[in-house]
């Protein structure tokens, strides 16, 4: 049986040409189903407070970053989305003299326009946003050497790639898009040799750090969440961290506070893994086959799934 067409953007692949089942089965979870959700390997967290949600994640930063010595280099991958936690980073490192020399930082993804990188002065850069949240407000003796701060950049992809052998990712940060995405992996285009069915997991986790065309859900999402609304200032591709260096990270950890994804996505990917159904429509439930990945989600963010007029 051929797979459904797109709900939302005929010519791509999406969570809409799932099986309409699991759809059903995953809008009809309760937060204690969810709760119920965790397994070896993966993990369902719930924050009752936001200060709770954004303090647990700062402390990854410095958990990681405390780890890293001279001759084990360690760090975090991380995220611009969410970015709440980013000053909590840097207000942890001052306050606690954390000094920062022997500490890496990957930052998962950047915009790409015109043939390059996107560069820091431009309003949607990833690297700026760090900048300006975290890096440029821990005090200059405890500042992490900018050497030690790895972005991919079109020039240096391999470099980018080759640095998560030669430094251990503890953790691999992110949130998760309306593509139901991590960093930048989305579902791709319906054509060519993925006309009649998406990539198969194991093809798609074999893919690195790379440029993408990114699905319309993304661009519609960034320019809600970044952008007030305007479309036509994304960029429609970007620089991305792979699955390939995914894996290669000790733990992967998504961050959910409900202000990108919604009830039912929340629940979609979590589902998905728990039952270890992979799928590359919904390329987050690739995190299934992950040795660890954990959930975080705060708790009054997973409303029901339920019609409601306003």
């Known amino acids: 049986m051929s797979r459904k067409i797109s709900r939302v953007a005929e010519g791509w692949w999406d969570y809409t040409t799932l099986d309409e089942q699991i759809q059903r089965d995953a809008a009809k979870l309760s937060v204690h ?3 119920q959700l965790s397994r070896p390997g993966f993990k369902v967290i719930l924050h009752d407070t936001l200060e709770s949600f954004y303090l647990a994640e700062a402390l990854q930063y410095i958990n990681a970053w405390k780890a890293s010595t001279p001759q084990k280099p360690a760090g ?3 995220p611009i989305g969410p970015t709440e936690q980013l000053p909590l980073v840097a207000q942890l490192v001052n306050d606690l003299d954390i000094s920062l020399k022997h500490a890496h930082f990957w930052g998962m993804d950047e915009w790409y326009e015109n043939g390059k990188s996107v560069d820091m002065d431009h309003p949607l850069s990833f690297a700026r946003a760090n900048h300006a949240l975290l890096f440029s407000r821990i005090k200059p003796h405890l500042q992490i050497p900018e050497e030690n701060i790895h972005y991919p950049s079109v020039n240096i992809l391999q470099e980018y790639s ?3 052998d030669a430094i251990q990712c503890l953790v691999m940060q992110g949130g998760q898009g309306d593509a139901k995405h991590w960093a930048f ?3 791709f285009k319906r054509e060519g040799d993925y006309l009649n069915a998406p990539p198969t997991p194991s093809a798609y986790r074999a893919l690195g750090t790379r440029i993408v065309e990114l699905h319309p859900i993304t661009l519609m999402q960034n320019a809600r969440t970044s952008g007030g609304g305007f479309v036509v200032g994304v960029p429609m591709q970007a620089l991305t961290v792979g699955p390939k260096e995914t894996w290669k990270a000790e733990k992967v950890s998504i961050w ?4 990108h994804d919604n009830a039912f996505g ?3 990917t979590a589902l998905m893994i728990s039952k270890k159904i992979e799928d590359t429509s ?3 439930s690739l995190l299934a086959s992950h040795p660890d990945v954990e959930f975080h989600y705060y708790r009054y ?3 029901d799934v339920m019609t409601e007029m306003h």
């Open 282 to 284: 919904v390329p987050m």
């Open 256 to 259: 959910q506070a409900g202000n």
């Open 301 to 303: 963010a997973l409303k």
């Open 162 to 164: 080759d640095s998560f």
């Open 76 to 78: 975090i991958c991380g």
């Open 185 to 187: 992996n989305d579902p």
């Open 33 to 35: 189903d969810i709760q």
């Open 266 to 268: 929340m629940r979609l």
